[in-house]
Nanobody, 127 residues
């Protein structure tokens, strides 16, 4: 069982920055693909960014060039640096771990493939 705990959310003005962190328990963090998802009120949960065990990354078009996902395996932590935030980035952000391993380049874009989820952290961007 893996436990994930997000931190770093909050209220920020448009154009500002936030850095989300997700600390994971367990000894095999380095093998997991990790994802950051978000869900706004009345909308479906969507993938924001994903990172493979070998640090290959994926970004949704809506955040490309503004957000950066990274991981520190020694700290069992994945980060999401969010710059140039927009009001439409307002959502609850969730960290997720995929324990299946298909190579160091593997990550999934589907929420159904992620096995463990954090409780979420609220990000609110004011205009």
């Amino acid at each position: 069982q893996v436990q994930l705990e997000e931190s770093g959310g909050g209220l920020v003005q448009a154009g500002g920055s936030l850095r989300l962190s997700c600390a994971a328990s367990g000894r095999t963090f380095g093998r997991y693909a990790m994802g950051w998802f978000r869900q706004a009120p009345g909308k479906e949960r969507e993938l924001v960014a994903a990172i493979s065990s070998g640090s290959s990354s994926y970004y949704a078009d809506s955040v490309k060039g503004r957000f950066t996902i990274s991981r520190d395996n020694a700290r069992s932590t994945v980060y999401l640096q969010m710059n140039s935030l927009k009001p439409e980035d307002t959502a609850v952000y969730y960290c997720a771990a995929d324990e299946s391993y298909w190579g160091s380049y593997y990550y999934s874009r589907s929420a159904y493939d992620y096995d463990f989820w954090g409780q979420g952290t609220q990000v609110t961007v004011s205009s």
